[in-house]
Structure formats: C-alpha cells, structure tokens
C-alpha cells in the first residue's frame, strides 16, 4: 500500500512538472539582410543567462526561409533579443539604434511571431569613448588565475584621497569588469560605478576591484554547479578571488583586511557567484551585494544556503526589478527568508524590488547608490 501510495505521489509530482511547462513557438515573419553569410538566429534573454549563441536557442530555417524554434518553458515573464550569434550582431531599429529588451509574458501554449527590423553589424561601428575616471586603472591586462588556468583583464577604482593619505579603505569586488567603469569596453552599456563613487565625498569612497567575465566563459566560470551550459567551474572562480586575487589586493594596496569591510557584488550571473562566494566564505566577504541574481540556473544553491552557518552579521543585499521576470523576485525572496531563518535580521537582508526595472546596467546604476549607502551604514 505504501509503495503504491508513493508511485501516485510520484505520478503527480512529475504530472505538475509538465504542466507547468507550456509550449511556446518563436518564429520570424521578417528577415532583414545581412552584411555577412551567415544565417544562424539566436534568442538570448533571462532564460538562457543572456548567452547570444546557446545552441538550444537557436532558431532553425523553415522551407519558405523563416525561422522557427519550438521550447517547453515555464509559466512566466521573459526579456530576451535576437542575435545572429555575438552583441555586435544584435537586432536593432532601422536607424542601427538599440532597441529595448523584448517583453513577453507567458501563461499557455502560444506562437511569439518576431519582427526583426534591422542587425547591428548593418551599420557602421558606433564610435565608443573611454569614459572611465581618473581614478580607474588597470592592475593587468592578464592577471594569471591558476586555478583556472587562464588570464583576465582586472580593474581597480582608488579613492580620491587615495595618494594624499596613509588610511585604510574598505574593498568591493566586482564581476563583469567590461561593463562596470568605461564605455569603450562594455558590451551592451556601463554601471558608471566610478562616476557614482565620484560623487561620495572622499571620506565615503572605497577602493573597488573589477575582475572581467570570460566571455564564452562567463556563464559556467559563474556558477558554481554544472548545468546545460557546461561544468560549472564557480568554485575554482571563487578560489582565485579568496586565495590569489584578494591576497594580492590586500598587499600591494592599504585595505582593511577584514570580513566585515570586504564586500564582494554583481548582477545576473554575477549575483548568482557573489551570493556562492559569501555562503562559502563568509569569514572573507561579510557583506554580498546580490543584483537581480540568476538562481534559476542553480537551484542547488538554495539547498547550500540552507546547510551553510553563517555568522549572525553578515549582510546580503538582494535587488531587483519586478518587469524582469515572475522567477526573479520569487526566487530572490526565498533566498532571503532561507537566510532570515538563521537569525539574520532583515535589516542586514534588505529586500528591494523595484517596479517597473529591467534586467540591465541601467537598473544596477540605479539600485547602486542605495545599496552603497546601506554598506557604509554597516562600517
């Protein structure tokens, strides 16, 4: 009985899992001609981590020349763009202008027919300018991660008063150093963080490390299980900033060593390795500034928050935007409630969900400047 009980419990469960999938139809009624050969379609958007080239999303070419993808989803909100395969191939409106994100919204079954205008790489290259401040610099252009075996590009912001006095700062390490200070590398626009620490009087600035993101690297060098998009390879990332990266920092610059003054932050992926990296090492990183995280690609990570003791000071920041999809804010707040259950207060686990924000650098350089004021509310 008992055993027959547990196969319909079995039964149901998989029976809810197919039903909450649905099955949209992603096909193209409208090709604009390309400067080149190719004819590969891809959808990236916040099902995929924003990769311009995953296979699985690849739309295929029908026999009257559209092309059509078929995907079982979950229930939900979705921003996503064609690409032709990289950011420079992008869609984009018959001026070569950025377009937004589209915007789907999915409850059954359905066709979603794409109107792609024009691709970027029609138009000439915009030209781009360095907009990083003067006190950005570049450590290395190939600072050596063995735990990895590669090498990458890392950022450093010093305070104003950096030069002029002998004090200790505080550090914040940060993913996806392309995109944090300077235009000129960024791939899809910049957080501006050194104009916005620009900004704070120099007694309220700190000292803030870049690290650039792989590119095809990006999404399994953050997350640290493995997944459809390769071995995940987050823990060994999250070993190069504890056991190399932040060692390096701490003697070359005047840092204030310590857990409680070094925070580590990101968005999307970013967030997803930053909430990891303090779960592991929480005597490392006493404070996580997790921006619009992708827990949906490692679930597992709510089982290791669970399991983790962490000490009761610790401090999470967890923002996002409501319009960026249903999965984000859900799986934000349960993070935080996991992490509420182990006597951390909600004023050390702000939750801040933010109407109308998108899944973009302009939404994180926007939730910035609040979330830098509650850190140094903590000091």
């Known amino acids: 009985m008992i055993k027959?009980?547990?196969?319909?419990?079995?039964?149901?469960?998989?029976?809810?899992?197919?039903?909450?999938?649905?099955?949209?139809?992603?096909?193209?009624?409208?090709?604009?001609?390309?400067?080149?050969?190719?004819?590969?379609?891809?959808?990236?958007?916040?099902?995929?981590?924003?990769?311009?080239?995953?296979?699985?999303w690849q739309l295929q070419a029908d026999q009257s020349g559209e092309?059509?993808?078929?995907?079982?989803?979950?229930?939900?909100?979705?921003?996503?763009?064609?690409?032709?395969?990289?950011?420079?191939?992008?869609?984009?409106?018959?001026?070569?202008k950025d377009i937004d994100n589209r915007s789907i919204s999915i409850v059954h079954d359905t066709t979603i027919t794409l109107t792609i205008a024009d691709w970027k790489d029609n138009y000439g290259a915009v030209e781009k300018k360095h907009t990083a401040s003067a006190n950005v610099h570049i450590i290395n252009e190939k600072f050596d991660m063995p735990q990895l075996g590669r090498?990458?590009?890392?950022?450093?912001?010093?305070?104003?008063?950096?030069?002029?006095?002998?004090?200790?700062?505080?550090?914040?390490?940060?993913?996806?150093?392309?995109?944090?200070?300077?235009?000129?590398?960024?791939?899809?626009?910049?957080?501006?963080?050194?104009?916005?620490?620009?900004?704070?009087?120099?007694?309220?600035?700190?000292?803030?490390?870049?690290?650039d993101h792989g590119g095809d690297y990006r999404i399994t060098e953050y997350d640290p299980y493995d997944s459809n998009y390769g071995k995940g390879r987050g823990v060994d990332y999250v070993e190069f900033l504890v056991k190399t990266l932040k060692p390096y920092i701490d003697k070359n610059y005047r840092t204030k060593k310590d857990a409680r003054h070094t925070t580590i932050a990101g968005s999307s992926m970013g967030g997803l390795i930053s909430m990891y990296a303090v779960l592991k090492y929480p005597d490392v990183f006493g404070n996580g500034g997790i921006f619009s995280p992708a827990f949906?690609?490692?679930?597992?990570?709510?089982?290791?928050?669970?399991?983790?003791?962490?000490?009761?000071?610790?401090?999470?920041?967890?923002?996002?935007?409501?319009?960026?999809?249903?999965?984000?804010?859900?799986?934000?707040?349960?993070?935080?409630?996991?992490?509420?259950?182990?006597?951390?207060?909600?004023?050390?686990?702000?939750?801040?969900i933010i109407k109308g924000a998108k899944h973009n650098e302009t939404q994180w350089n926007g939730d910035f400047p609040a979330f830098y004021n509650w850190l140094n509310s903590g000091y």
């Not at 935007?321 to 993070?335: F, L, N, R």
């Not at 182990?342 to 050390?348: F, L, P, R, Y």
């Open 296 to 352: 949906w690609i490692a679930p597992d990570i709510f089982n290791y928050a669970q399991q983790q003791q962490l000490p009761v000071k610790i401090r999470f920041y967890f923002v996002c935007g409501d319009a960026e999809s249903d999965a984000m804010t859900g799986d934000m707040q349960k993070m935080a409630d996991i992490i509420q259950t182990k006597g951390i207060s909600k004023q050390n686990t702000p939750t801040v």
């Open 4 to 56: 027959k009980l547990a196969i319909i419990v079995f039964l149901l469960f998989c029976k809810t899992l197919i039903f909450a999938q649905v099955t949209v139809t992603f096909k193209t009624d409208k090709i604009p001609t390309s400067k080149t050969a190719e004819k590969t379609i891809f959808l990236a958007g916040d099902f995929n981590g924003w990769s311009p080239a995953t296979k699985e």
């Open 67 to 96: 092309y059509q993808l078929v995907r079982n989803i979950p229930k939900g909100n979705y921003n996503f763009k064609a690409t032709r395969g990289t950011w420079g191939t992008v869609e984009c409106n018959t001026g070569g």
């Open 151 to 211: 090498q990458r590009r890392v950022w450093i912001y010093l305070p104003a008063d950096y030069a002029s006095s002998n004090k200790k700062y505080p550090v914040i390490y940060m993913h996806d150093g392309q995109n944090l200070f300077d235009e000129y590398t960024s791939g899809y626009g910049e957080w501006g963080i050194d104009e916005l620490m620009d900004k704070m009087p120099a007694a309220q600035q700190c000292i803030i490390v870049g690290i």
